[in-house]
């Protein structure tokens, strides 16, 4: 069941980097509250509201989903005790309560973004593409006439058929998932970065992103800012996640305490430029930032597919990894 788009108001800009988030990256110099945000997409840099960067109309609402705008029940929580939370992991007196309110807004912010939304509908694209063989075949086998099943079949080989798919839909998809990547973020290995340089960390549209130490690496670290002092990289838990899932029956993951150094910061905030979509927040303007933004300007999150062969098919291994040129246009 979904809803019609004219029974549910698509006239409020949601965020899906969440205001409350974004105000930590606030340069306190600024009038007004505001912080600096670099776009990609025209390679300048201004000071921005936070309630004005980062959303899109109707971003909080599915056509998918029984409950159109059930992304704002899912997020209220989260949002509600983010600030007391971060000022919990600043002065060291965080608990399993603030890691499961910070598991909760990267599982929020990791499957709402666009570029989530763009990665997902290339990448169904991409597996219906592939899947065009076995498609054919089957239409030669159900079909009664054989002309016709002949017709059908070759026009999907050929490429005389062509896949549509609502990207609308791959989000959703994403969406669902988001209660086990709370799951396996909440249970994983933690690593706390306390920031004292005169480097902040900065964040972007999409900053919750995955680093591998390696090219051969499959299961990546996930890295998240939470302010420009601190920072978190996770190894997600790869323990299966029961459903229907009992938060309540959740253990934290170990937590390990790392200072880290000019160029720690450095390596992190270029994985983010690398990865954002268009917008790069951060609380300090300065020149290494605005240089290392412009020469990642035509870099973006693309979704990797490696086929390993085993027996009759293969295995599939997916990656999200940045890359230069990568289309930033979402459907």
Aim: hydrophobic content about 35%; proline content about 5%.
């Amino acid at each position: 069941m979904h809803y019609e788009r004219d029974a549910v108001s698509t006239k409020t800009s949601d965020h899906y980097v969440p205001a409350t988030y974004l105000r930590q990256f606030i340069d306190p110099r600024l009038k007004g509250g505001r912080t600096h945000v670099f776009r990609k997409r025209t390679g300048q840099c201004t000071p921005q509201l936070p309630n004005d960067i980062c959303k899109i109309r109707g971003g909080d609402l599915n056509k998918y989903f029984e409950q159109a705008d059930l992304l704002r029940d899912y997020l209220r929580p989260f949002e509600n005790t983010w600030s007391s939370t971060i000022g919990h992991m600043l002065n060291g007196q965080n608990d399993a309560d603030d890691h499961f309110f910070i598991s909760g807004m990267m599982a929020y912010i990791k499957h709402c973004c666009p570029t989530t939304k763009r990665l997902g509908g290339r990448f169904l694209e991409q597996q219906l593409e592939d899947l065009r063989p076995l498609l054919a075949r089957h239409v030669q086998q159900e079909m009664i006439g054989g002309d016709l099943a002949d017709h059908v079949a070759d026009a999907l080989l050929d490429g005389g058929i062509r896949i549509n798919v609502d990207f609308d839909f791959a989000r959703a998809l994403a969406m669902r998932s988001m209660t086990s990547t709370l799951a396996r973020i909440f249970t994983g290995s933690w690593r706390i970065l306390m920031n004292d340089t005169e480097l902040p960390f900065v964040t972007t549209d999409f900053p919750v992103c995955n680093h591998y130490w390696t090219e051969n690496d499959v299961i990546g670290t996930v890295y998240f800012p939470l302010a420009p002092q601190i920072a978190v990289t996770i190894e997600p838990s790869t323990d299966e996640v029961p459903e229907p899932l009992d938060v309540r029956r959740l253990r934290m993951g170990p937590v390990e305490y790392l200072a880290i150094q000019p160029r720690g910061v450095e390596l992190f905030n270029s994985l983010l430029i690398q990865s954002a979509e268009d917008q790069v927040i951060t609380r300090k303007q300065y020149r290494a930032f605005t240089e290392t933004c412009r020469a990642f300007s035509d870099w973006r999150m693309e979704c990797i597919m490696d086929k390993i062969p085993f027996e009759n098919g293969f295995y599939q291994v997916v990656r999200l990894r940045p890359r230069r040129n990568a289309s930033n246009k979402s459907k």
